[in-house]
């Protein structure tokens, strides 16, 4: 019902403002307005979305939780869909979601709405909530499997542990 709703307003409410500020400023400068917040949007999405890329590559790399950096980017890439999508309204939202402080409002808000209680990635493997007791035990569990190179020229990666010659 909600996608519904928004489907319906959206243009509703951006044919309105169209007429509005055509009606004030004229139609030329009504699209160029509108040409110019989609070429700044998109720059501002770039930057924004590198420094979001590079955020995640360091949860990664530090095995630090990569939801939040997750989050931005997706709320990164919606709004430069937004801004590219004319009209004015999209283009606040889309601005909006721009600021960092209110991407960190929605993320906190958004979490305290969802639970996760099971996670999965690859073939396989699974995070399940543990009870109580254990929520703080130093546990791992996974699965693995080995995988050969097809040729015999290709060098492991900086993975592979390698054993030490003397």
């Known amino acids: 019902m909600y996608l519904f709703l928004a489907f319906l307003l959206v243009p509703i409410i951006e044919i309105t403002l169209f007429i509005q500020v055509g009606g004030l400023i004229g ?7 509108v040409v110019l917040t989609a070429v700044l949007g998109a720059v501002l999405v770039r930057t924004q ?4 890329l ?3 590559q360091r949860s990664f790399s530090q095995m630090d939780d990569p939801t939040e950096p997750l989050a931005h980017g997706a709320m990164i890439l919606l709004s430069g869909a937004l801004l590219v999508t004319p009209g004015f309204f ?8 721009l600021i960092p402080a209110i991407r960190l409002a929605l993320f906190h808000y958004l979490k305290s709405k969802i639970s996760v209680t099971q996670f999965q990635m690859g073939a396989g493997a699974q995070f399940h909530s543990r009870p109580e007791p254990f929520e703080n ?3 791992i569990d996974g699965e693995y499997s080995e995988v050969r190179p097809r ?3 290709a060098k492991p990666s900086k993975w592979v542990e ?4 003397h």
Do not use: C, K, Y
């Not at 999209?90 to 979601?97: E, H, S």
């Not at 390698?162 to 010659?165: L, S, V």
């Open 49 to 52: 979305g590198r420094m979001a």
């Open 162 to 165: 390698r054993p030490h010659q």
């Open 151 to 153: 040729n015999g020229s």
């Open 27 to 33: 139609l030329w400068p009504t699209l160029a307005i």
């Open 90 to 97: 999209t283009d606040i939202i889309g601005f909006a979601l």
């Open 54 to 56: 590079g955020e995640l």
């Open 137 to 139: 035990a130093d546990v």
